[in-house]
């Protein structure tokens, strides 16, 4: 059994903790529990986010054997990347940090001499400087596996083709109050890039997040489902692979595959077990756009992912949407002033929205992604801003309510 990490942006870290426990990743038991103190000290009782079950800090941690590991790139929607926990120690002086370092099973996870991509922070330590540090911790690699291993900087890692083989590893190095925490990446690219999105449209949603928009809207993957502002047809596509069962990792590689331990045959078996539901119990979904140029992208995608024919694309405008009789759900990325509509006034089409949406929408339930708490009160819909994260570097709120009739 190994200690793994998933990495989420803030305030997914909930969505991202439901996940493993529907995967049999996580008990509840375990995601429940307090922090436990960090077995290398007894004097210092700091609560460690990397034990298993505690969510925060940018993640949720997990204990499993490398099965599970493969499930969680393979099944996470919300996840940025997994995290392999190598080891932990306390290090006060450069020295130490490589001998210690050096005693960690290295040969695990990388060949003699191959390449490394190393992201280092230092909090309250000691050892503040992280390129030092970096260096320090290639230099174990080398001593425990007797060959250099060549550094690059960890975005490099980051920017390549996700079906590339041969990418640097990437390992991250946590310094904080003396204590080094060394992980592994198990993902190689970021799993929002489910290889699908080519073409895109202006201010592209990540596929990760509009998987959380899914989750948190609580919408059940079987009423109809409207994305009025589709753009590239990120949320209509997730909800697509959500509603048929299909994994977000299923056309794409992921850094374990180089891994000298890697088990080609359990990868196999864990994509052969993938459930797929009848398309008969598939739910409707909708997804509009007044951009032409945004539509045709939408479909691309679509169509790359496997899904356009479970998507219903219009080229309309958002006063002339007609969803389906039934009550379902509005789940959305609107403008919101930002990098798409900058110095223009959006309250006039967040007034017609709110407008729209008590006409056409009488008791569907409704998701608003946006930035400005002005904005959505344009809309004059009762709506729970509780729910934040990060979009693109901006504090987003996911307004979430039930839309009244006129």
């Known amino acids: 059994m190994d200690d793994f990490f998933v990495v989420t942006a803030p305030g997914l870290e909930p969505l991202a903790a439901e996940e493993l426990r529907r995967l049999g990743l996580l008990s509840d038991q375990a995601s429940t529990e307090p922090a436990r103190a960090d077995r ?3 004097s210092r009782r700091t609560a460690d986010p990397h034990e298993s079950g505690v969510t925060g800090s940018g993640g949720v941690a997990f204990r499993s054997d490398f099965t599970g590991l493969y499930r969680a790139n393979l099944h996470l929607r919300t996840a940025s990347r997994v995290l392999v926990r190598l080891g932990s120690f306390y290090a006060a002086a450069f020295p130490e940090l490589r001998k210690k370092a050096s005693r960690l099973p290295w040969e695990r996870f990388l060949q003699p001499g191959q390449p490394v991509a190393l ?28 060959k250099p291993s060549p550094m690059s900087k960890a975005k490099e890692s980051q920017s390549g083709d996700s079906g590339e083989a041969g990418q640097p590893q990437l390992i991250v190095v946590r310094m904080v109050n003396d204590l080094c925490t060394i992980s592994i990446d198990s993902s190689g690219e970021l799993l929002h890039r489910r290889g699908y999105r080519q073409a895109g449209a202006k201010a592209p949603l990540r596929e990760t997040l509009a998987a959380a928009m899914l989750f948190a809207s609580g919408w059940d993957a079987v009423s109809p489902l409207l994305d009025p502002f589709c753009g590239s047809g990120t949320i209509a596509i997730e909800a697509a692979l959500l509603s048929l069962g299909i994994p977000p990792g299923i056309n794409r590689r992921f850094q374990f595959m180089d891994w000298p331990g890697f ?50 694309f219009k080229c309309l405008a958002v006063s002339a949407i007609q969803p389906p009789p039934e009550p379902g759900w509005v789940v959305t ?32 339930r409704v998701a608003i992604l946006c930035s400005d708490l002005a904005l959505l009160g344009q809309t004059r819909l009762s709506l729970d801003t509780s729910f934040s994260t990060l979009n693109g570097g901006v504090k987003v709120r996911l307004a979430r309510g039930e839309v009244d009739g006129i």
């Open 40 to 42: 290398h000290s007894k």
């Open 119 to 146: 992201h280092v922070t230092c909090h309250k330590s000691r050892l503040y400087h992280s390129d030092a540090v970096a260096e320090r911790v290639a230099g174990a690699i080398g001593d425990r596996l007797k």
């Open 333 to 364: 990325n609107p403008p919101y002033g930002i990098r798409v509509s900058a110095n223009k006034d959006l309250r006039n089409l967040y007034a017609q929205f709110g407008n729209v949406l008590r006409r056409s929408c009488p008791g569907w």
């Open 263 to 312: 088990d080609p045959a359990r990868w196999e078996a864990l994509l052969a077990e993938r459930p797929l539901h009848p398309v008969s119990m598939q739910p409707r979904i909708q997804a509009s756009d007044r951009d032409a140029g945004a539509i045709q992208s939408a479909r691309a995608n679509a169509a790359r992912a496997g899904v356009e024919e479970f998507i219903e």
